[in-house]
């Protein structure tokens, strides 16, 4: 579609079932007029056309399946699956040999999602900014007698907390590390969509930056509220009853019972790490960093770490296309072997993520009680060589997060 709008026209295009060709050249005409012409031609409704051409499967669809508008086999076919599902489906995909993503998923959310205990921390998502199968954006989720506290909210992450059986309505509190778009690039999906189920009084915490981010809703996005009210019928939860803290240095304070603190790390951009602490048990979470003594004061005895994974041995790069060295020709890669008796970290303003043994030394010097690694770079772990690297700094539990993992002290 978007190749279409970006002026494609009257591309021909073969089909492999009836081997004839569909014209498609959609703003060749204004576009009441597209409408007239595909349900003159196809026999389908405006939203079916528009669920076709612009909805869940887009053009991309066309490409998917080789049977383009326009030709007498996508006729039926398009009829019928629109009349099932309001959706196409990329049958028969090539390089693909099972369709996982059939009309009608195979599989439907948990209706409830029961936590391992009282006090838990969940790493929803364990990406990077590169699109990884099977690791959702950086997201990490505290848990509290079923009160959340929603850290980071990076792409993907209102899919995994729905796959989980998360409710989105009851998700509260959030707070953001840093505005790096990795870590906020699910904001908006997971607002909207939270609140027209029903969450309303809302308190977001975070960097400078966290007001303009929500503000998108006004600036951006007004006719889309306004859309919503419809389901809403009331602005609480969105623009009013939400309310935002932008944080900086040292904080304490208590949320639904449970008291969070925060530190500045070192990263990229400014980044702050958060401590929740109940019932005597404690979980961080560092949001990204390098090597800073401040998470080292921030976790100091916690029962959970949950922890920018900065360098993993890693085995072979996982993200789309080939891997290209950034400029510099820096890339992640093996840790450098550094010897436990002598390796010193240090603190280099403006790095972005710690190296193995910067993790690893922060734990220990720490105490604490377990780390729990997320935020993997693109690569698939090498996770027997990164536990022995572990082990040569760091006694004790070495977890590695994946996608909705939930652990607890
Ligand atoms: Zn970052």
């Not at 996508?74 to 489906?89: H, I, L, M, R």
């Not at 400029?327 to 190296?355: D, F, I, L, R």
């Not at 105490?367 to 772990?381: M, Q, S």
Request: proline share 5%; charged share 20%; with cysteine.
């Amino acid at each position: 579609m978007q190749d279409i709008l970006s002026g494609r026209r009257n591309n021909n295009i073969a089909c492999k079932i009836c081997t004839t060709y569909g014209r498609v050249g959609l703003t060749t005409l204004p576009k009441g007029k597209i409408m007239k012409t595909t349900q003159k031609t196809y026999g389908m409704s405006r939203r079916n056309f528009m669920t076709f051409a612009g909805g869940a499967m887009g053009f991309a669809t066309i490409a998917a399946t080789g049977v383009p508008i326009g030709c007498a086999s996508s006729k039926s076919k398009v009829e019928d699956t629109s009349q099932q599902s309001g959706a196409v489906t990329p049958a028969n995909q090539e390089g693909m040999s099972v369709n996982p993503y059939p009309v009608n998923p195979s599989r439907i959310s948990p209706k409830s999602y029961e936590h391992k205990g009282d006090f838990t921390v969940m790493t929803v998502g364990t990406g990077c900014p590169d699109t990884i199968v099977g690791r959702s954006g950086p997201s990490t989720l505290v848990q509290y007698k079923g009160n959340y506290f929603l850290v980071d909210i990076g792409a993907g992450t209102t899919f995994r907390l729905v796959e989980a059986g998360i409710h989105l309505d009851r998700i509260k509190n959030i707070l953001i590390t840093h505005m790096h778009t990795d870590h906020t690039d699910g904001y908006s999906k997971f607002m909207v969509e939270s609140w027209t189920l029903g969450r309303r009084d809302t308190d977001i915490f975070g960097v400078k930056g966290v007001n303009a981010l929500h503000n998108i809703f006004a600036t951006v996005f007004p006719e889309d509220i306004k859309y919503r009210l419809g389901k809403t019928a009331t602005v609480d939860g969105m623009y009013e009853k939400v309310n935002i803290t932008e944080l900086e240095g040292a904080n304490t304070f208590t949320l639904d019972g449970v008291e969070i603190r925060t530190l500045p790390t070192i990263h990229a951009v400014y980044n702050l790490a958060y401590r929740f602490d109940v019932d005597g048990n404690s979980i961080v979470v560092s949001g990204d960093t390098s090597y800073s003594e401040n998470l080292i004061t921030l976790s100091k005895n916690a029962d959970i770490l949950v922890v920018d994974s900065g360098r993993v041995v890693n085995k072979r790069y996982m993200g789309p296309g080939e891997m290209k060295p950034p400029p510099g020709g820096k890339q992640s890669g093996p840790p450098a072997a550094a010897n436990p008796a002598t390796y010193v970290p240090k603190e280099v303003q403006g790095k972005s993520h710690a190296s193995l043994e910067d993790v690893a030394i922060m734990a220990a010097k720490a105490n604490v009680k377990k780390i729990v690694l997320t935020h993997y770079p693109p690569f698939e772990v090498d996770i027997e060589t990164t536990l022995k690297q572990y082990k040569r700094f760091y006694n004790g539990e070495v977890i590695f997060g994946q996608d909705l993992l939930e652990v607890k002290p």
